[in-house]
């Protein structure tokens, strides 16, 4: 199980390298037993039950802290070097940053309330998709959702773990009026302030995921994935126009999420 093997690597990460990470031996002692629970729970195999419903949804119930859980890691453990060439980068091919410019040449504001509320919208999709597939019988959808996710966020954790990046949203100044003030522009902001976590902004974690849900739908469900499609379209523009990540955060999300779902369906002979 892929969650089991990440805890299980993080326990190490921690144990070797984590000397400045705050209560490491408890931190240590919750993967190892976090990590051994599940691949018992999955060994079991429960047919149905409260037991069944954890052991389906542990990913979406443990993505979040995992994510959180990423800055407090990446502090202790993490080679910042590529904090500073991203930015770089981004001037180079974009003659600037456009994670600064883009919002204060469009600055308007009911643009800006449709891309936050797409931002938003990637916490409220996935799970709400994951949750009409699981209880509509298309457990095969659910499995590959569940699948696609667990390799490309948990993936993109470790890597925020070991090279972490910091976003513009903490090393650029703060979107103020006319955008600022609204109801979509300020929750987007409010959540970011308090679930953010630094380090985790190279690949874009929340383009990735909006990626893999659309594409797995448009393999099991075409109008849900063209349903989908113009909030998927909103989270790309809004990461930038947000000032939550830099342009090179959101193509490699892309193309993380692109190439996990491809050789997937390769390998599985699922290529449809």
Request: proline share 6%; glycine share 8%.
């Amino acid at each position: 199980m892929l969650t089991a093997a990440y805890l299980a690597i993080t326990a190490g990460l921690i144990a070797i390298l984590g000397d400045g990470v705050p209560g490491r031996g408890w931190l240590v002692a919750v993967h190892l037993t976090l990590s051994a629970s599940l691949l018992i729970l999955n060994r079991a195999n429960p047919p149905v039950g409260a037991l069944r419903v954890i052991r389906d949804w542990h990913p979406l119930m443990l993505f979040p802290l995992l994510y959180k859980e990423v800055e407090l890691l990446a502090a202790a453990i993490g080679d910042w070097r590529l904090t500073a060439a991203v930015p770089a980068w981004e001037s180079a091919l974009f003659a600037g940053q456009p994670s600064l410019y883009l919002s204060e040449r469009l600055a308007f504001v009911p643009l800006s309330e449709y891309l936050h509320f797409c931002y938003l919208a990637y916490a409220i999709v996935i799970p709400s998709v994951a949750a009409y597939w699981y209880l509509s019988g298309r457990r095969e959808a659910f499995a590959e959702l569940m699948l696609m996710l667990s390799v490309v966020l948990l993936g993109s954790y470790l890597f925020f773990i070991l090279l972490p990046v910091d976003s513009p949203y903490y090393l650029s100044q703060r979107l103020g009026p006319p955008l600022s003030g609204h109801f979509f522009f300020d929750l987007a902001h409010q959540m970011s302030a308090r679930g953010g976590a630094r380090g985790g902004a190279f690949p874009s974690a929340h383009v990735s995921g909006a990626i893999v849900v659309s594409l797995v739908a448009w393999r099991h469900q075409r109008r849900l994935a063209c349903l989908l499609l113009p909030i998927t379209g909103g989270v790309m523009i809004a990461t930038v126009y947000g000032r939550f990540h830099y342009v090179l955060d959101t193509l490699a999300g892309a193309a993380l999420a692109i190439a996990v779902v491809v050789a997937y369906r390769s390998l599985s002979g699922n290529g449809r």
